[in-house]
């Protein structure tokens, strides 16, 4: 079974539109850290946020912001007012302590493109 | 921030030959680095585990003596690709971890490897 799972993916929006990523994490582990990453089409992965399982506060960074809910084993990712330059394959993440958190589990992906 | 590269960033080799990919952490030292593979259009699977000084450790499935891995440094570890076939050809992604840091990997921009 999948331990993240990112439901969408393929998603296409309009530019300025607003776009929610969906993603939804599995793991037994009380102590764990939950990861997005953007991979643009040159390949390198981008940072973007890391979550610590103990920390359920909502986070915004300019037009990003994230949605963390333990009870839905959800961490979801809405960009506002989307731009082209939004457009890459975007992927959760999921680091446990029960691995001392050295494998880093990525969910599928899911591509994102903004339509100017 | 903490800066991982990888050489080459890309290259093609011929069936049969091996191939040499470095992952280096440039302003920090690395006990720990990561090695995972990208298919086209798929996540990111990790490869295997190489601390420095010791053996890599590699997840179920991947050939040892296929994709040879050392950490011969806390600033360097090795992938060689031995007797590379058009299957093996895909992006190869570093990461390493901080000497000073539980969780937290940083990833290099990525070797995109064709094998003709």
């Known amino acids: 079974a999948q331990k993240v799972t990112q439901a969408q993916t393929e998603i296409s929006v309009v530019e300025k539109e607003d776009v929610t990523l969906d993603c939804v994490y599995e793991?037994?582990?009380?102590?764990?850290?939950l990861f997005w990453y953007k991979q643009p089409p040159s390949g390198e992965l981008v940072f973007l946020i890391r979550?610590?399982?103990?920390?359920?506060q909502n986070e915004i960074s300019g037009r990003y912001s994230w949605n963390f809910q333990k009870s839905t084993s959800s961490f979801n990712f809405t960009i506002t007012a989307s731009q082209v330059v939004d457009s890459a394959v975007y992927f959760c993440?999921?680091?446990?302590?029960?691995?001392?958190?050295?494998?880093?589990?990525f969910g599928p992906g899911t591509s994102l493109s903004v339509i100017p | 921030g903490a800066v991982v590269s990888q050489h080459p960033s890309r290259v093609i080799c011929k069936s049969g030959t091996s191939v040499k990919i470095e992952c280096r952490s440039l302003?920090?030292?690395?006990?720990?680095m990561f090695w995972y593979r990208q298919f086209p259009k798929q996540s990111l699977m990790l490869m295997a585990t190489?601390?420095?000084?010791?053996?890599?450790?590699?997840e179920q499935g991947v050939e040892k003596d296929k994709f040879l891995i050392n950490h011969a440094s806390l600033t360097l570890s090795t992938l060689t690709v031995t007797s590379a076939h058009p299957e093996d050809s895909s992006f190869y992604i570093c990461?390493?971890?901080?000497?000073?840091?539980?969780?937290?990997?940083?990833f290099g921009p990525g070797t995109r490897l064709t094998v003709t």
């Open positions: 990461s390493a971890r901080d000497h000073g840091s539980l969780y937290e990997q940083y």
């Open positions: 793991t037994r582990d009380t102590t764990y850290y």
């Open positions: 979550r610590n399982s103990f920390d359920e």
């Open positions: 993440a999921l680091s446990e302590a029960e691995t001392s958190y050295d494998k880093v589990i």
């Open positions: 302003d920090f030292q690395a006990t720990t």
């Open positions: 190489s601390n420095e000084g010791s053996k890599a450790t590699y």
